[in-house]
């Protein structure tokens, strides 16, 4: 539970972050710039977790109006600021498990291990370009304006399909060399930066 709140709470807090950067304070006048894990987390997508193994927290507020200089750079920042921000704290964790004894033993090694696992997780996850997940905004900033535009009418559909692909098992037939994918990296770079 740990490992699983600080990961949502910086994926979340990091999105408030990024839009609060770029000029809208929407997120942060909400009290959504914030590592406070209750002021994100969704009362039905933290019960939905618990049983189904499956959640969601409370989408981050985001007004590009407010965007200073050009917009659609403005949300594929934001959306790329939380899966960002999972892949550095997966590092983070792997680096510590790799360089201290005291991160590989008893409870705090095996909290450092899920907040590992829970970021890889997240952070691929969350990049797959289906609404509402963050990669429908990354993907849209390599898109075409009126390509875009075609695309963002098809949003209401997206939740629809993510729960197919949950509930059918596809999800994971595509996650899962996603995931072997950026575990290899992150490993990679964890080996050339500590010498191991």
Do not use: C
């Not at 997120?27 to 039905?44: T, V």
């Not at 037939?173 to 010498?195: C, R």
């Amino acid at each position: 539970i740990p490992a699983l709140l600080l990961a949502i709470t910086l994926h979340e807090a990091a999105h408030a972050f990024m839009a609060y950067r770029l000029g809208d304070s929407t997120a942060k006048d909400q009290g959504r710039l914030s590592l406070n894990p209750l002021k994100h987390l969704d009362p039905l997508g933290t019960l939905a977790l618990l049983i189904f193994r499956f959640g969601w927290a409370k989408p981050v507020p985001v007004n590009p109006m407010y965007f200073r200089g050009d917009r659609r750079r403005g949300m594929f920042l934001v959306g790329l600021a939380g899966p960002a921000t999972n892949f550095i704290l997966a590092f983070v964790s792997m680096f510590l498990l790799s360089t201290s004894p005291l991160f590989r033993d008893g409870h705090l090694g095996g909290i450092i291990v899920q907040l590992y696992w829970y970021n890889v997780l997240l952070g691929i996850f969350n990049l797959l370009p289906l609404p509402p997940l963050d990669g429908s905004k990354v993907f849209a900033y390599f898109l075409p304006r009126q390509t875009a535009y075609k695309l963002s009418q098809l949003d209401q559909y997206g939740p629809l399909i993510l729960i197919l692909l949950i509930f059918t098992g596809a999800l994971s037939t595509i996650l899962g060399p996603l995931f072997n994918v950026a575990h290899n990296v992150i490993s990679t770079l964890v080996s050339l930066l500590t010498g191991f």
